[in-house]
Every structure is written in structure tokens, then in C-alpha cells.
């Protein structure tokens, strides 16, 4: 992990946010490769998963609401964390976080950081809480959501009869969510503020188990088309002591990540049954059999945040000594990031042979016709190796080099990131070829 932390910072993805004052613990930048890859993994499952379907729409609500939405779902009562306190050094833990750790396991009840005692736990409420107005007082109190999900519920009838929906038919939303972590902790896999995909689908109660099933399996899917090995993901269902008070079933889609827990959950799919719309009093009225019911939710919510980090984990690689035969790779290790090619940040880099101007000019005419339909980059700055090298980095699938051979034969050369095979384009089919290859 420490080595995926180091590259994030390093080429521009993810760094602490505020560093310059030391930073604010749970809370990160994305730089402008991380950008590009929290787009695309945004881009990726909402064509997915709205756009491709017929039965789901999309929403973007606001992040604060009126707070009776929150008194309403219970989270302003019951959005509480187990709390505990080292009685020595005053450092305070999530009580479940601690009951699994393996140091609690072999040291008993004591402080993983200092072994001193702790404290009997107590409930934290983890919503952010701010004011609405210039008068901070009781009746100006609001929060920050710590969900996306009640934004949807709350908009259920406005946005069904608006689009002239039936059941079965879901709404999704992609957007910040806030939550005061107690112990925010293993780089981006819990934040203090973070984003969510969700998708809250809508079913006849006789039609739940059929339809848990089925988002079960289309996210799962997902992942792997994305890239995500196979052996680094697995399906955990909750016991019934772990589930959430609304829920019937969850099935956590977890991914083995590289610290002291293992597996952990990457994404989560709950039957919520009909609580979160008995809660606010809505229900639905079929025009065709009149009968009227409350629907049941079920719900697939991913954190794009996790999710990013479980997709660069599973495509950073080190390769001693390099992947090539030249004295200069020999020297020393590579890094390649094997990301999916809808996901890399960069798709094309152009890198002229020298810095010469009759190769940098055509070099720069490629990269600036190239922008119109891919994310590309620029780069004459060091060696060509090196600047391959570079751009196995982050990620990128296809280098294109204009070398003297260039101006003769107008023709330029890329390179595979992931084969290093390469092939030798005409400039004018050079757009064409690279749609094609980013397609497969």
C-alpha cells in the first residue's frame, strides 16, 4: 500500500488535502490524473448502469436538506458509531474496528496504539452537523448528508410521476456524502468525505429475492469487465446479527485489500425492504390492477473513492530490473499501472523522438488533433525510454512517437503499455487505429 501512496503523490493522483498546513486526517485530494480516473470510473457505471438500461433514471440532489429528512429515516437517532477511549494516551477507536484487529485479539482489551485501558463504549453520532442562515441556533440546525440514498426516497413520487415510471424501475445518483469517521484510516478506503454511487430499485415485495439476485450479479460483473481480478474479489453475506436495522439481506462484494483486515467491503447490496418509504410515507398505486403497496429497495452502493483505490491496487506492478534489455532499465525496477483502458486518466501520450523542431512541431500537431477525441499528453522532456516509462506510470495504453522516419514516410510508431508490441500507423489513420485498439 505504502508504495501505491507513494505513486498517487507522486504522479498527480490522490494527496492529503490542505498538506501545506499538515493536512486534515480523512480528507483528500484528487490531483489531476485521479480526476480523470474518478470520471471514468463515474462515466463507466453510470452508462452501465443508467444509460444502457430502460428502467433506471438519474438524480442529483442537494448535499444538505431540510433536516426533517434525516429526523425521519433515523438518522438523526440512530447514525451512531460504537466509541471507545484509551483511558492513557486519549486516542479514540471504532469499537468494532477494535474487537477484530489482530493486536486486540492477542493483547485483550487494550489500546492498539499504547496497550493502556480503555473505556467503556459509548454511541457517536457520525453526521455532520452545520447551520442554515446567519443565526446559529436550534432551529437553523442542518447536516451534511452521510448518504445519498434518502435524497432519492425523498423525491420518489416527484421523480416517478415526472417520468411516468412503473414499478419495477430504480434512480441513481453519484454525489458527496459526509460522514465524522472515528478512526478514517487506510488512505482513501475510509474517508471523512468521500462519493457514492448508488441506485435505489424499486420492486413489488413478491419480486425482492428475484431482484437482489440479479443486482448482485450485474455488479459483480462490473468490477471484472473493469479490470478487477477475479481472485481479488468475493461475495460475503451478512449474518443477521450485522445487519443494518432496515435491511432483509446485504451481500458485500469485497476486495482483498493489502492491510491487517484483508478483505473488506468494496461495495454493498441491501434489500432495505419497504423502510426507508414507510418512513416517509410514500407508496405506490399500480393504474392497471389499482392495487396499492409499499415497494420494496433494493439497493447496489458503491463508494467511487474505494473503488478507485481497489482499481489501482489490482493494476500496480513492479518488474525488476525492468521490462526491457537496455542497460539504463536494467538499473533499476519498473512500474506499470495495467489500469482497464476506459479507466486510464491519459489514453494517448506523444512523445516526439528529440526535441528537435521538425519532430516536436509534427509531434505537437498529432497531440493537439488527438485531444479532440482522447484525453492525450504531451511529452518531450528525457529520453524516450524514460518517457515511456513515465507513462507505464499512470496508466496510459498507447504511445505514439514521431521520429525522422516520421517526415519521410508520414507514419509514427505506437507502443502497447501493456504488450510493448509496436506498430508502425499512417498519421492519417492514426485516429481511427487508436479507436479501434481503446475499444477491444
Known amino acids: 500500500m505504502d508504495k501505491l501512496i507513494s505513486l498517487a503523490k507522486r504522479r498527480g493522483f490522490i494527496f492529503p488535502s490542505g498538506e501545506l498546513y499538515g493536512g486534515l486526517q480523512g480528507f483528500w485530494d484528487f490531483g489531476p490524473l485521479g480526476v480523470e480516473l474518478k470520471n471514468n470510473i463515474k462515466r463507466s457505471w453510470w452508462k452501465r448502469f443508467v444509460q444502457e438500461r430502460g428502467d433506471v433514471v438519474g438524480l442529483d440532489a442537494a448535499i444538505v436538506t431540510n433536516p426533517k429528512v434525516w429526523e425521519k429515516s433515523g438518522h438523526v437517532e440512530g447514525f451512531a458509531d460504537e466509541l471507545v477511549e484509551c483511558k492513557k494516551c486519549h486516542h479514540r477507536f471504532k469499537a468494532d474496528d477494535i474487537a477484530n484487529s489482530e493486536s486486540h485479539m492477542a493483547n485483550g482489551r487494550k489500546c492498539p496504539d499504547c496497550g493502556g485501558e480503555l473505556t467503556q463504549s459509548r454511541k457517536f453520532n457520525t453526521m455532520f452537523k452545520t447551520f442554515v442562515g446567519p443565526v446559529e441556533d436550534s432551529s437553523s440546525v442542518a447536516y451534511m448528508r452521510p448518504e445519498t440514498a434518502q435524497n432519492i426516497f425523498v423525491n420518489f413520487d416527484t421523480i416517478r410521476q415526472s417520468m411516468r415510471l412503473k414499478i419495477p424501475f430504480g434512480i441513481a445518483q453519484i454525489g458527496k456524502a459526509f ?61 443477521k446479527e450485522e445487519l443494518a436495522h432496515y435491511a432483509k439481506r446485504t451481500i458485500d462484494i469485497e476486495y482483498k485489500f493489502p492491510f491487517e483486515k484483508g478483505w473488506a467491503e468494496l ?9 426507508d418509504l414507510k418512513a416517509h410515507g410514500l407508496k405506490y398505486r399500480d393504474e392497471v390492477s389499482t392495487e396499492e403497496f409499499i415497494p420494496y429497495v433494493i439497493e447496489p452502493s458503491a463508494g467511487v473513492d474505494r473503488a478507485a483505490l481497489a482499481f489501482l491496487l489490482d493494476a500496480y ?50 497531440a493537439s488533433s488527438l485531444r479532440n477525441k482522447f484525453v492525450t499528453m504531451y511529452d518531450e522532456i528525457a529520453s524516450i525510454g524514460r518517457r515511456y516509462r513515465r507513462q507505464d506510470e499512470i496508466g496510459t495504453p498507447f504511445c505514439v512517437t514521431v521520429d525522422f522516419d516520421s517526415l519521410e514516410d508520414k507514419k509514427v510508431t505506437v507502443r502497447d503499455r501493456d504488450t510493448m508490441k509496436q506498430d508502425r500507423i499512417p498519421i492519417a489513420e492514426l485516429e481511427d487505429y487508436l479507436t479501434e485498439q481503446l475499444r477491444t
Do not use: C
Open 179 to 239: 460522514r465524522n469517521e472515528i478512526t478514517p484510516g487506510n488512505f482513501i478506503f475510509r474517508s471523512r468525505e468521500f462519493e457514492q454511487m448508488e441506485i435505489e430499485y424499486f420492486v413489488h415485495p413478491k419480486d425482492d429475492e428475484k431482484w437482489f439476485e440479479a443486482w448482485v450479479a450485474a455488479s459483480h460483473t462490473w468490477f471484472t469487465d473493469m479490470g478487477l481480478k477475479a481472485d481479488n474479489l468475493r461475495k460475503y453475506e451478512q449474518k
Open 267 to 275: 461495495m454493498g447490496i441491501a434489500n432495505r425492504t419497504d423502510y
Open 317 to 366: 506492478q513492479e518488474v525488476e530490473g525492468g521490462r526491457t534489455t537496455t542497460t539504463e532499465s536494467n538499473k533499476e525496477k519498473e512500474i506499470v499501472l495495467r489500469l482497464h483502458k476506459e479507466l486510464a486518466p491519459v489514453k494517448v501520450a506523444v512523445l516526439p523522438l528529440s526535441k528537435k523542431e521538425q519532430l516536436s512541431s509534427v509531434a505537437k500537431d498529432i
